[in-house]
């Protein structure tokens, strides 16, 4: 197995003040596990080249990336709502972001690897086509399934987002895409509360109350998720693989461990397998506390990578 690991150095440049958990640290603690525990070595790096402004506009309108440029500052922060900013560094970052997962879904398609990992920041699934929230700024993992469903073959997408907030940009994007399956796991009540009730066919949305545990989370994912992937029948898989549903994250109450993102990755990467010739894209959401992050990362990786 062949496993690409794609980010970007500029991606650590974004930064959102001293205080936010969406910090710079959390690559930098990814990279630094990776290296110790020598699995960096296994993996096959690339440098990402920044989205061109027409992959960008795949899933979001003229005016959001208008708006966004329009208020990018020189120097210091400007909030774009409660809890995102924008730095002078933010929008290369967001666009070296995009330009990851466009690659690694090119290098997936043209049988250069197996699958891969994009490691970059600012996280995506939050973004609506018309709408900065959550940290997000455009949102990476549905710029890459539109961008795949360019390409010859490629007919449906499944996206799987375990991150513990629900990707309500995805939804946004893909509510009315029947091609495009989105299967979310994710704590509930809880941030951001738009979508979080929709049903679609190809719209799979599974709350989990706070405490839920591996086994809540493992249960609903065989019997929720599983059937309408393997009845959408995917052509490749994307994965916003956010950890912050692990039990030591400080900002969520789910209970994963990172045997549970093991599993997950397992049975994602056995229905890549089935349908997709092994087909699948895995990008970082959220993940807060740096240490769980790393860990849960390379366990993720370790499936991957077939260790
Ligand atoms: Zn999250």
Redesign the pocket.
């Known amino acids: 197995m062949l496993t690409a690991f794609i980010s970007h150095q500029d991606c650590e440049q974004h930064n959102m003040g001293p205080e936010h958990p969406e910090s710079p640290l959390r690559l930098v603690a990814i990279k630094r596990q990776l290296e110790r525990s020598g699995l960096a070595q296994q993996l096959d790096h690339h440098s990402a080249v920044p989205a061109l402004a027409e992959q960008i506009l795949l899933a979001h309108s003229r005016y959001h990336m208008e708006k966004l440029a329009f208020q990018l500052p020189e120097q210091g922060i400007v909030w774009t709502d409660d809890d995102t900013a924008l730095c002078p560094h933010s929008l290369r970052a967001a666009s070296l972001a995009v330009g990851s997962v466009i690659l690694a879904t090119n290098r997936v398609l043209n049988s250069k690897a197996n699958n891969a990992f994009c490691a970059v920041r600012p996280?995506g699934?939050h973004a609506e086509h018309e709408l900065p929230m959550?940290f997000c700024l455009y949102n990476n993992v549905a710029i890459g399934a539109l961008h795949a469903l360019q390409q010859p073959g490629i007919e449906r997408v499944a996206i799987f987002d375990f991150?513990?907030?629900h990707g309500n940009g995805t939804v946004d994007i893909f509510k009315d895409r029947p091609e495009v399956m989105v299967c979310s796991t994710f704590q509930h009540p809880f941030y951001p509360d738009r979508y979080s009730y929709l049903e679609r066919p190809n719209i799979i949305n599974c709350p989990l109350p706070a405490f839920s545990d591996g086994y809540a989370f493992r249960k609903v994912v065989e019997q929720r998720c599983l059937p309408a992937l393997q009845a959408h029948k995917p052509d490749i898989i994307f994965i916003s693989a956010?950890f912050?549903a692990h039990a030591e994250d400080p900002?969520?109450d789910l209970r994963l461990h990172e045997d549970d993102y093991r599993w997950v990755t397992q049975l994602l990467l056995s229905v890549a397998n089935q349908y997709a010739n092994g087909r699948l894209v895995s990008v970082l959401?959220?993940?807060y506390n740096p240490d769980a992050l790393a860990r849960s990362v390379e366990a993720h990786l370790q499936v991957l990578a077939g260790f």
């Open positions: 996280p699934h959550g991150d513990v907030h956010g912050d900002m969520a959401e959220g993940g």
